[in-house]
Antibody, heavy 116, light 107 residues
Framework: EVQLVESGGDVIQPGGSLRLSCAAS????????MNWVRQAPGKGLEWVSG????????YYADSVKGRFTISRDNSKNTLYLQMNSLRAEDTAVYYC?????????WGQGTLVTVSS | EIVMSQSPATLSVSPGERATLSCRAS??????LAWYQQKSGQAPRLLIY???TRATGIPARFSGSGSGTDFTLTITSLQSEDFAVYYC?????????FGGGTKVEIK
């Protein structure tokens, strides 16, 4: 059974930085394309970023491009999202998700609150 | 960017009835379309991929259809556990995009 466990969410001031982690188990991680999806309070789902299994290809939503960096450590079966220059509108639950045809496995999410 | 639009925003249905949800893409996504179910306080769950293929463990009362720009999720004989928010998503091209969601509520 695939398990994805996010961590790193916190309350952070605008302009600050935060790194999220997603620990994966029950899958061949290095062969799995991974993504981050977020959901602002009371709102819908927003895709944030994606990365190929090797880490060689990365993709970003325009709303986070230049501020967020996705990466992975296949030796640790862990996905990361480095978030810089955080804004109030980045406040959301952040989910990591494994992509095959669609996102077939999701973590439980970690809450990031950007507020002064 | 491909914009995904879902209708209606809210659908009121009685248990045992059929629900029909629509999703439209601003340009063709072929069959690269997924549907998700999300219950309050939970992560989304993949229901359908490839526009019409049920994901593992998804009951047969869920079915998807369509291709190109117009897609439909049909839930026959709604059960109590089916009342939730449903999202479509295209994975044809980057950036990946979700629709705004349809809330299926008890009538």
């Amino acid at each position: 059974e695939v398990q994805l466990v996010e961590s790193g969410g916190d309350v952070i001031q605008p302009g600050g930085s935060l790194r999220l982690s997603c620990a994966a188990s029950g899958l061949t991680f290095s062969r799995s394309a991974m993504n981050w999806v977020r959901q602002a309070p009371g709102k819908g789902l927003e895709w944030v970023s994606g990365i190929s299994g090797s880490g060689g290809d990365t993709y970003y939503a325009d709303s986070v491009k230049g501020r967020f960096t996705i990466s992975r450590d296949n030796s640790k079966n862990t996905l990361y999202l480095q978030m810089n220059s955080l804004r109030a509108e980045d406040t959301a639950v952040y989910y990591c998700a494994k992509r095959s045809w669609g996102f077939d496995s999701w973590g439980q999410g970690t809450l990031v609150t950007v507020s002064s | 960017e491909i914009v995904m639009s879902q209708s209606p925003a809210t659908l009121s249905v009685s248990p045992g009835e059929r629900a029909t949800l629509s999703c439209r893409a601003s340009q063709s996504v072929g069959s690269s379309l997924a549907w998700y179910q999300q219950k309050s306080g939970q992560a989304p769950r993949l229901l359908i991929y490839g526009a019409s293929t049920r994901a593992t463990g998804i009951p047969a009362r869920f079915s998807g259809s369509g291709s190109g720009t117009d897609f439909t999720l049909t839930i026959t004989s709604l059960q109590s556990e089916d009342f939730a928010v449903y999202y479509c998503q295209q994975y044809s091209s980057w950036p990946l995009t979700f629709g705004g969601g349809t809330k299926v509520e008890i009538k």
